[in-house]
């Protein structure tokens, strides 16, 4: 078995951290580790700052690295789309939508039409068009199936009623994926159909959401009477679920996530030496247990890495790398605080704040990272039914 990384991809790796060196804004350091970005877009520039990057990303090739080349993609492997998700977020840089790259893009290329293809996939590649993700409602989030939007067929049109929530930076997009029910007699997983919407619709309106951080990094998304063309439906009317299984085992790599931990890691150990006398006696075993946790989390997701590159099904250990790493990403934020002390409860207002109160925010948004993507409960349903074949119930 062979652990190491080619000497392409080495050079890959080194490549994007050269161009992040020089592109990132030089006040950067404050907002370290993130996974979309989403952390930045409240600052006065931040939006600005995600697009442009993005255009460069795009420039570069990176927004569609394992995608087939007729549609505007590298046809590298998985493997080095995960290297560059995982410098993306060590750098907490902007500019990388996943939402689009490693859910809608690689969805479209195996359940979208020719038209669809054509239409959507090269403006995500050159960073340009920016998409959300409009699956969970007030009353439907682990159990999906229960969604209550309605899209009823008019004319060759869908004419969709209902509301979304928690749709990460939908204030800040131009279309969005959703589920919505097709056939209202049908039952859960039947009858629903996957739709792409332009957020422009009439009919449309976006809502944020503050969180735990005081972000709008979410929003809601109210439907009323909003006229969708019947050619923006993928795959056949009333069998999205299939769909939007797919898109949801692409959603669960997580490397962003270890790679915060790797960051929470190295930044707690720089701001210690820093700061000599301020570390409890257990720093030195949190600080090991989370490093040799870091490495587990990284393999988990190399792995599911690897299995893509070989055709193989990637669902069941998508989830087993989703729970470990946002767990992961849970200890190691509370363990930093603890580490750092009374000020790291400081956030970035604060000018004494220890890393611009870097390690208030992660130690927020820790939380929604077991949330979002399907909870750990529901990660552990996956892996108790199909990983170890228990009884349901
Ligand atoms: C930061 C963040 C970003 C998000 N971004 C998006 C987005 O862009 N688009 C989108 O559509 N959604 C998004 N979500 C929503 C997310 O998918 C849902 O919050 C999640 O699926 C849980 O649904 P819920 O909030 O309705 O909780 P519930 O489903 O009501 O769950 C409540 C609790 O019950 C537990 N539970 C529920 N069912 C079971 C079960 N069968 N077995 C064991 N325990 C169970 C859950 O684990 C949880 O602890 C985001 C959420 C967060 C936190």
């Known amino acids: 078995m062979d652990f190491a990384f080619t000497a392409e991809q080495e050079k890959f790796r080194q490549e994007v951290r050269t161009f992040l060196d020089a592109e990132l804004p030089p006040d950067w350091v404050g907002y370290l580790g993130g996974t979309t970005g989403d952390h930045v877009v409240d600052r006065g520039e931040g939006w600005q700052v995600f697009q442009d990057i993005a255009g460069k990303l795009g420039k570069k090739g990176w927004l569609s690295l394992c995608w087939p080349r007729e549609y505007g993609g590298q046809a590298r492997s998985y493997v080095d789309y995960l290297i560059f998700a995982e410098e993306i977020a060590r750098r907490g840089s902007p500019g990388y939508n996943p939402i689009a790259m490693k859910m809608l893009a690689p969805t479209l290329i195996d359940y979208g039409n020719e038209e669809q293809k054509q239409q959507h996939l090269k403006p995500i590649a050159r960073g340009e068009r920016f998409w959300c993700e409009g699956l969970s409602e007030p009353e439907a989030g682990s159990d999906l199936a229960s969604l209550q939007t309605k899209a009823v067929k008019d004319n060759g049109h869908f004419i969709i009623n209902g509301q979304k929530t928690w749709s990460t930076l939908a204030n800040h997009s131009d279309w969005c994926f959703m589920l919505a029910r097709s056939d209202p007699n049908s039952q859960r997983y039947k009858g629903l159909s996957f739709l792409l919407v332009d957020l422009s619709t009439p009919g449309v309106t976006v809502s944020p959401i503050k969180n735990l951080a005081g972000e709008s990094s979410f929003c809601e998304i109210f439907f009323e009477d909003a006229r969708i063309p019947g050619e923006n439906l993928v795959s056949k009317e009333s069998e999205g679920w299939p769909v939007a299984q797919a898109l949801l085992a692409h959603e669960r790599t997580s490397i962003e996530f270890v790679a915060m931990v790797q960051s929470l890691i190295e930044e707690t150990i720089k701001y210690l030496k820093a700061n000599p006398g301020i570390a409890p006696a257990s720093a030195r075993d949190s600080l090991a247990r989370l490093a040799i946790e870091a490495e587990i989390g990284r393999l988990l997701n190399y792995r599911v890495a690897w299995q893509h590159d070989q055709g193989v099904a990637t669902d069941l250990y998508a989830s087993i790398a989703k729970l470990y ?69």
């Open 325 to 393: 790493s946002t767990e992961l990403f849970k200890r190691a934020a509370s363990a930093a605080m603890h580490l750092i002390g009374l000020y790291g409860q400081l956030d970035k207002k604060e000018t004494i704040a220890p890393l611009s109160g870097w390690i208030e925010h992660m130690y927020l948004v820790s939380f929604g990272a077991t949330i979002a993507a399907g909870t750990s409960e529901i990660q552990k349903n996956i892996i108790a039914l199909r990983g170890l074949s228990l009884p349901k119930g």
